[in-house]
């Protein structure tokens, strides 16, 4: 159950960087975690054990946006452009007319198992393609981003680990579903609106995510809110040099409703935004859920996409649907 907190809370991550950590203070740090996911859900990291600056993180997301429409295009998903073989990987275009008014390049795994190892049921989304990218004139920034999302899923196991324990299980009870992982590093853009539409409120509607945990980079822009206990929608400026990390849905679940899957929204000043969001997710064949009710992560993964607005083509895209806190997730991992 979410509490009606009023700000989101702020965990330091110091101890992992100690070469020597006190396991008392990696220990305090653990209730602490377990603390705020069971209450609030989400929380901002400092001193994150990750190399990268905000600078050199939004300098790569805006790179990659400033590559021409026409070259972005060729690396768009399948729905977006019915020649292209990527049907899970890559771009997706601003869907013009929407609440979703936001461009998005999406970055799996760079060895991912090979689509032919892939088993029932049948989609025609291939949850273990490979990346696609675009060409290295364009975009300099492959190699740091590959960096970027090792550096994420290893912060993100780290968390997952201490949450066992937190938890109860034993230390590999999440982390071993990681295996052959197919978590999403995502490098969004929401253009700024001009002249600002009054109609234009959200820029990203109300979703929990639906993976293990997300790790997000967001500018200064602010537009982030959280919805709390008492159905306030709770502002979550950006802190400098602090990941956001919040919970999913699947999380939620595993815990055994003890953490909660927190609702969440980007609401739109009119301004530009760069976020980076970086989905945690097991592996396609990684029994998941509840316990005695568990699926293969490919069943769950594919049952959620459908309220995806990023799996909505744009040509047949109808209009935006009725979002409203506390119904199903409409969007995103
Ligand atoms: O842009 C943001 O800050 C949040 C994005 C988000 O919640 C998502 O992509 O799931
Ligand atoms: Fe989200």
Redesign the pocket.
């Known amino acids: 159950m979410t509490t009606n907190f009023t700000a989101l809370p702020i965990v330091d991550l110091a101890p992992l960087s100690s070469p020597n950590p006190d396991p008392k203070d990696v220990q305090a740090l653990a209730d602490q975690l377990h603390e705020v996911f069971k209450t609030v859900g989400f929380a901002y990291l400092i001193n994150a054990p990750i190399s990268f600056s905000h600078q050199d993180v939004f300098g790569t997301a805006k790179e990659f946006f400033s590559i021409p429409h026409k070259e972005k295009m060729k690396l768009a998903k399948r729905t977006f452009r019915g020649e292209n073989v990527n049907t899970y990987r890559g771009f997706f275009p601003a869907q013009t007319g929407s609440d979703n008014l936001k461009e998005g390049f999406e970055v799996g795994p760079s060895s991912p198992r090979t689509p032919s190892q892939q088993s029932a049921p049948a989609s025609p989304f291939i949850l273990t393609e490979g990346n696609v990218w675009p060409s290295k004139a364009t975009f300099t920034k492959q190699a740091l981003t590959e960096q970027l999302y090792t550096e994420l899923q290893s912060l993100s196991t780290t968390l997952l680990a201490m949450l066992a324990t937190s938890l109860g299980k034993d230390l590999d009870c999440f982390t071993s579903l990681l295996t052959e992982s197919i978590s999403t590093l995502r490098y969004l853009h929401y253009p700024a609106i001009t002249p600002p539409a009054p109609h234009q409120e959200l820029n ?1 509607t109300p ?3 639906s993976g293990l945990l ?1 790790l ?1 980079h967001q500018d200064s822009t602010g537009g982030l809110e959280v919805l709390n206990a008492a159905g306030e929608w709770i502002p979550a400026p950006y802190v400098p040099n602090s990941i956001v990390v ?1 919970i999913g849905d699947l999380m939620a679940q595993m815990s055994g409703g003890r953490y909660v899957a927190t609702y ?1 929204r980007v609401k739109s000043s009119g301004a530009e935004r760069y976020s980076v ?1 970086f989905f945690c997710e097991p592996g396609v064949d990684a029994m998941v859920g509840e316990e005695g009710n568990q699926v293969p992560y490919r069943q769950f993964v594919l049952g959620k996409m459908g309220t995806w607005v990023e799996f909505q083509g744009v040509e047949d895209h109808e209009p935006p649907l009725a979002h409203a806190p506390g119904h199903t997730a409409v ?3």
């Open positions: 990203c979703h929990t995510d997300t997000l919040n969440h969001p969007e995103a991992y």
